[in-house]
């Protein structure tokens, strides 16, 4: 029936390879059972020591001036908040769980600068400020965002800064909760929860609580549960930590946030056929999404292939024609999914704070019921099960097709979409191997992909080469080429 809601014997035999194949963590492999022996994989283990190596090698000054001094303040290119998420939040949430108090200021300090780049909006929000984007790749006057805010990156941005802001609000320490960065954050944390109640919006999601996955028209997204939406939750539950003090929210925020809940918990289909409940995020609704046009096709070649004309590349359909291959309830792509990291983080740290602010029923933010059951629908149906060699469907109902073949941008650019298992790379990068916490069993497939991450058999360096490029980066590659792996190192340490 499927009902909307309203360390392993492998994980042991997988350090022990790593133990004996890595000479950072060279020594005898019985020592790993010894009870007071550190997992490389702990708090002050030799992976948490390699993340700050990496960092202070050469991320740290990377982030700064190549993220946010170059692109960010120069340039105005607000993608950057985008990728500042991406790259930072898991180690926030490393620093975190091993109790860096310092990382997190010295975080705090890097990211200070942002928020210079916020400017007055136009009416009818001129008593407000926001990132407008000025420049680079995506801000063009073709895709009309070019001076305009392009909400879902400045969302996505407050979603780092917040998660950041909560942490160091919610320490005993005075002089965290003080720190310029925390109240920077809740300012404009505060400010874009305002605007954002609009009655439109308000509108839009009274609507979408009561529509069917048949109201949905061709390929609009207008009744679909989206990025945004969950953004803009998880920012209100991390606002929630800091807000006590200086901001009560709006009748019209509080009814905007429980909305929000509402339709998330609306959306999230729970199967409850096997023996573990499994999730899936908005299935039905998304089945005539252009995007995913071919989840159902897993052939090697792309339905679409590059062309020139007129100067310009396009895609255009091959001949013979490979027809649209949709699959019913595929829900989300595993890539976007990652957004529901953050969320049921935001929701266990500050989930009783923000009950008490918003107004949000009892029992209607996500419960560890529903947590367990994204856990299981991403173990039991999205991994391939393959504990050696892991790998993860590109849809989150578990279909492994293409997907968003021919994807315009809005920059020009020519894309022939992703293969199958060419979003796999989500699950190192995108924060799921914490959900070790909920089954253990994600945590061995972590160190499985971290053994063949460091792995120099030619078959393994060719697996993580094709499938995940970016664990495969040299180490003295450039600051930006690191990313991947800081993202990914971070997510192992510090789960026991």
């Known amino acids: 029936m499927r009902l909307p809601y309203g360390l392993s014997a492998l994980g042991i035999a997988l350090i022990t390879s790593i133990w ?12 790993i059972r010894r009870p007071n022996h550190l997992s490389p994989f702990a708090c002050s283990g030799s992976v948490e020591k390699r993340v700050w190596a990496l960092w202070d090698g050469v991320i740290k000054d990377s982030v700064r001036n190549d993220l946010i001094e170059k692109r960010l303040l120069s340039t105005g290119d607000t993608y ?18 091993c109790g860096r108090h310092s990382r997190l200021v010295q975080l705090a300090d890097l990211l200070l600068p942002v928020f210079n780049g916020m400017e007055t909006l136009l009416p009818p929000n001129e ?32 979603g780092l800064l917040t998660d950041l802001a909560s942490r160091l609000a919610n320490y005993p320490n005075s002089s965290f909760q003080q720190h310029s960065f925390v109240g920077l954050t809740a300012s404009a944390s505060q400010s874009h929860l305002e605007r954002m109640a609009t009655p439109e919006l308000r509108d839009s999601l009274r609507l979408r ?5 048949v109201d949905v028209k061709g390929n609009s997204s207008g009744l679909l549960f989206t990025s945004g ?6 920012i209100a539950m991390n606002t929630a930590a800091f807000s006590a003090e200086s901001w009560y929210p709006s009748k019209a925020v509080r009814g905007m946030v429980r909305d929000t809940a509402h339709l998330f918990a609306k959306r999230t289909t729970i199967d409850s056929r096997s023996a573990s409940p499994r999730a899936n995020l908005d299935a039905h609704f ?16 792309s339905p679409v292939k590059c062309v020139r004309h007129q100067g310009k590349l396009r895609a255009v359909l091959r001949n013979p ?30 989930g009783s704070q923000a009950s008490a602010t918003f107004g949000i029923p009892f029992g209607l933010l996500p419960t560890r019921l529903v947590r367990d059951a994204y856990t299981n629908q991403l173990a039991d149906v999205i991994w391939n099960q393959d504990p050696k060699y892991p790998l993860f469907s590109n849809y989150w109902g578990g279909a492994n097709g293409w997907y968003r073949v021919a994807y315009k941008p809005g920059n020009g650019s020519c894309r022939i979409g992703y293969p199958p298992f060419g979003l796999t790379s989500a699950f190192p990068q995108g924060g799921f191997i914490t959900w ?26 060719v697996f993580v080469t094709k499938y995940y490029p970016q664990l495969a980066v040299p180490d003295d590659a450039p600051g930006p080429r690191q990313y991947g792996k800081l993202q990914f190192w971070s997510s192992l340490i510090g789960l026991n």
Not at 20 to 27: F, L
């Open 127 to 158: 008593h407000h400020q926001g990132w407008v984007c000025r420049g680079g790749s995506l801000c063009t006057k073709a895709n009309r965002r070019l001076g305009r805010e392009v909400l879902l990156v400045s969302l996505q941005g407050l």
């Open 321 to 350: 024609l490979i027809p649209r291959q949709p699959v019913s309830g595929t829900g989300w792509d595993i890539s976007h999914a990652r957004r529901l990291v953050p969320l049921f983080e935001a929701v266990e740290r500050n």
């Open 20 to 31: 004996a194949s890595d000479p950072v963590m060279a020594g005898p492999t019985s020592a």
């Open 80 to 97: 950057a908040l985008y990728d500042l998420q991406t790259t930072l939040s898991n180690l926030v949430a490393m620093a975190h769980r």
């Open 286 to 301: 998304w089945d005539r999404r252009v995007d995913h046009a071919y989840a159902g096709y897993d052939g090697v070649v």
């Open 436 to 461: 070790k916490v909920y089954k253990p069993q994600l945590g061995d497939l972590g160190v499985s992909l971290f053994r063949l991450s460091i792995s120099t058999r030619p078959s393994d360096r």
């Open 229 to 234: 939406d969950i953004w803009r939750y998880t």
């Open 209 to 213: 609580l009561q529509a069917k996955p």
